[in-house]
């Protein structure tokens, strides 16, 4: 079967086309914002030999982490997600990463600065209330989150602050933020860094229009809405090395597609195409690993598992990157086998279902049922203070033929659309799209 062929993104010689999409799951350490034991054992049961894995976004600073408590289950049961900032984050990163190699799996560590979705929760952090820094929220503009710019119904327009904007000669230390964190991927063990560009985070709030109204060289024409995401990329691949640097990013889609309307965290652009095209052969031009782009039908996961398969709407970015093209957001094994057999990507970045099945890359070869994500457990610790239920506690293809008791149900390769079976219908929400 085509996902498992075997190909090169840079550096990386990958045996197969199923990779690990980064997924957030706010089970940090509570006191230092590390990854725990847990995290370790979550990325080793899925790796597989010479196949790559993305991990959660991981924060370059405080000022760019946030509190996702605008989720019931992180706001009831608490919850932080990790960084890289400290040497005990990255002393923990290191363990991640020998499970995942112990295993023989290659793992790419993804670079998040949140800018303006960080609002100002992490202040009250004691790693952050105590180390007397000053954590405004931050963006390219002083644009507050709010439901109205299409930023999601989280109650942004009582609660959002307004980030201040960034000063032209503070943009250098933000790059320089990226470059530690990446030092430090390095000396933890990653196989490559994954530079988050994407929905709706810092680099996007300079790349799109509808946020970045900057009057500097870093605002105004779609040169200078990119030159923040370039430094980024360039700071970075010269701490990494060539073909080591991943970059993600979400292209919207132009007014008149009957996709619109899908903007990231209200992250909106009136020249997507234009933007977005001229981003990704700036990429094109830079020695990276590979480039993962997100599908923008990713915001239409509501209906049943007969309807028709949208089509994808990135082919106009295949054009223009040479190298190795990673999608995203919506696949079902069979759509993504149809996508990498047509061309349209080199492989298929999974989340939900690879976040519910940790042997999903044996399931896939075999054709066996897998496990019904459940999305009340993405986000945050269980109601013990714990990381179970959701974490650690999906179950093998194995366990589940040895009578191991599961509290999820199993649904048919065949069966998934780009939707999710009717069985586990509930609502979708900006939550699939970070
Ligand atoms: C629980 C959850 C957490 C996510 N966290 C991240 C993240 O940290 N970084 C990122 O780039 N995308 C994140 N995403 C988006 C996924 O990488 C992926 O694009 C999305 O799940 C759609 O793919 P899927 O249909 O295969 O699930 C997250 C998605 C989910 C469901």
Redesign the pocket.
């Known amino acids: 079967m085509v996902l498992h062929l075997p190909f090169r993104a840079g550096r990386l010689h990958l045996n197969h086309r199923i990779v690990m ?5 706010c089970r940090a350490h509570p006191e230092t914002l590390a990854p725990t034991s847990g995290t370790a054992a979550y990325y080793r049961e899925r790796a597989t030999g010479g196949g790559l894995l ?1 991990t ?2 991981i924060h370059v600073s405080a000022e760019g982490t946030p509190v996702w408590d605008i989720y019931d289950s992180v706001r009831i049961n608490g919850g932080h997600v990790t960084g890289l900032w400290t040497d005990e984050q990255e002393r923990c990163w290191s363990v991640v990463v020998d499970a995942v190699h112990d295993r023989g799996g290659r793992i790419s560590c ?1 670079l ?1 600065h949140a800018g303006r979705v960080a609002q100002p929760g992490i202040a009250r952090h004691p790693l952050v209330a105590d180390s007397g820094l000053p954590v405004p929220t931050v963006s390219s503009s002083a644009k507050p989150l709010s439901a109205d710019a299409g930023a999601g119904d989280y109650g942004w327009d009582d609660t959002a602050v307004i980030p201040r904007a960034l000063d032209t000669s503070e943009i250098g230390r933000v790059v320089d933020d990226y470059r530690a964190a990446a030092a430090r991927a390095v000396r933890a063990g990653f196989d490559a860094v994954e530079i ?1 560009g ?2 709706g985070y810092l680099i996007d709030q300079f790349l799109c229009d509808g946020v970045n109204q900057r009057a500097d060289c870093y605002g105004g024409s779609m040169e200078n809405r990119c030159r923040f995401l370039f430094e980024v990329v360039d700071a970075v691949v010269a701490e990494v090395g060539d073909g080591r640097v991943g970059v ?1 990013l979400s292209p919207l889609i132009s007014q008149g597609d009957p996709a619109f309307g899908h903007a990231f965290f209200g992250a909106t652009c009136t020249d997507p195409e234009v933007t977005y095209g001229h981003a990704v052969s700036g990429l094109n031009e830079r020695p990276l690993a590979y480039l993962l782009l ?1 599908e923008p039908r ?1 915001g239409g ?1 509501l209906g049943g598992p007969d309807d028709p398969l949208p089509p994808l709407r990135n082919s106009r970015y295949r054009e223009i990157y040479s190298g190795a093209l990673i999608g ?4 079902s094994p069979a759509s993504a086998a149809l996508a990498v057999e047509s061309g349209a990507y080199d492989a298929i ?7 519910a099945n940790p042997d999903f890359v044996d399931r896939i070869a075999q054709g066996l049922p897998l496990n019904v994500y459940d999305r009340s457990t ?2 945050g610790l269980g109601p013990d203070g714990g990381e179970d239920p959701g974490y650690l506690d999906y179950p093998t293809w194995e366990m589940i033929q040895g009578g191991v008791p599961s509290r999820y149900s199993l649904v048919a390769q065949e069966q998934i659309g780009v939707r999710l079976p009717a069985a586990s219908r509930c609502e979708a929400s900006a ?4």
Do not use: C, I, N
């Open positions: 999409a980064p997924l957030t799951r993305v959660e976004a993804q998040l988050h994407a929905h993600r997100t990713v996961l995203a957001g919506g696949f970045a999974f989340g939900r279902w690879f976040l993405f986000y939550v699939d799209r970070q």
